[in-house]
């Protein structure tokens, strides 16, 4: 079988492989064509067999908060308390509910530009005052512009920072000196800051992860930590993540809302969750192996390409950040490359008001399906 006639019978119940024609290479929503850990579908597939699929006890819950403490403490050094620790659909929905229960209308939310779309749509639609504090380009880096921070941090009307880390879509991984820089910042104006991780077991050696409630512990009171299984296990139809407050006022602060009201979760997605960051690593260990071998053969292409495309490479997640501004694509790249390529990105704007030119790609598949992306784009251009 060719690869074309795979891709086009490569039609999944999933919106990435859903919402073009079957001609078209989806390399856009953050899903990864490489299947999920045999642990977790071991787990559902017993659950479903025993067609116990009642509603979920507490005991379930309480397993799903202690797996992810004890995953913070084991993988990243971080004493997490579950009983701090909330359930939660998805990330979006928590960072939502935490701006309307921590910030007042028309106060101020940082935003760190280019940035995952739904950070700008949830700060604007909930009546608050969008605060873009863009990612200076360095060379071969992205890298904080700590004096605008500083000095957004200040207007009397800013209180709440959105730190995405590992960073959606430059791919940084921050590091110890650069959060250490932020906690002071956010500490010295009274910033409180929600921290989305959910790409925390996405990150190439030699890079780490630092979650942000490790800084101090004087600071991780005013941190809000979010992440999920999803991004790192392929599981994100399932819906399911982790809000943990660093203090009991903050967490009853966001209770506001009832239970009712922030909706609650499938036993089958906490399980789900809970096996992967119990029994899943060595299934992880493997699919980062075949992603760092994706982003070189994607970062070799880049070095290699004579029309312009740029772009530098990522410490972590799957996902680049891809500069057309050189190129004749300049103007729409996602339009172009749709139109002309039959692969869809995600549009460069959707991420902030510079991301006019670019375009980010998702290369969490298998490799032939992307040296087949790639070599659309370099017929496109030649």
Known sequence: M????????????????????????????????????????????????????????????????????????????????????????????????????????????????????????????????????????TEGSWEMNFAELETLAREPDTTLLLLCSPHNPTGRVFTQTELVKVAEICSRNNVLVVADEIHCDIVFEPNYHIPFASISPEFASNVITMTSATKSFNIAGLRCSVVHFGSQDLKSRYEFYDSHVRGSISSLAMLAATAAWQKGDSWLKSTLSTLQSNRDLLTQFINNNHFGLKYNQPQGTYLAWLDFRDTRASESPQELLLNEARIALSPGPDFGKSGKGWARLNFATRPEILEEILRRIDATFS
Do not use: H
């Open 2 to 137: 060719s690869i074309e006639d795979e891709i086009r019978g490569k039609r999944t119940s999933s919106t990435k492989w859903r919402k073009y024609s079957q001609d078209v290479i989806p390399a856009w929503i953050a899903d990864m064509d490489l299947g999920i850990a045999p642990v977790i579908a071991a787990e559902l597939t017993q659950r479903i067999e025993s067609g116990d699929l009642g509603y979920p006890c507490a005991d379930i819950e309480t397993n799903f908060l202690d797996a992810f403490a004890d995953r913070y403490i084991g993988k990243f050094n971080t004493a997490l308390d579950p009983r701090l620790g909330l359930v939660s659909t998805d990330v979006v929905q928590s960072i939502v509910i935490s701006i309307l229960t921590l910030t007042n209308p028309n106060e101020g939310v940082i935003v760190q530009t280019p940035i995952y779309p739904p950070f700008l749509q949830s700060v604007v639609d909930t009546g608050r005052r969008l605060r873009e504090n863009p990612l200076l380009q």
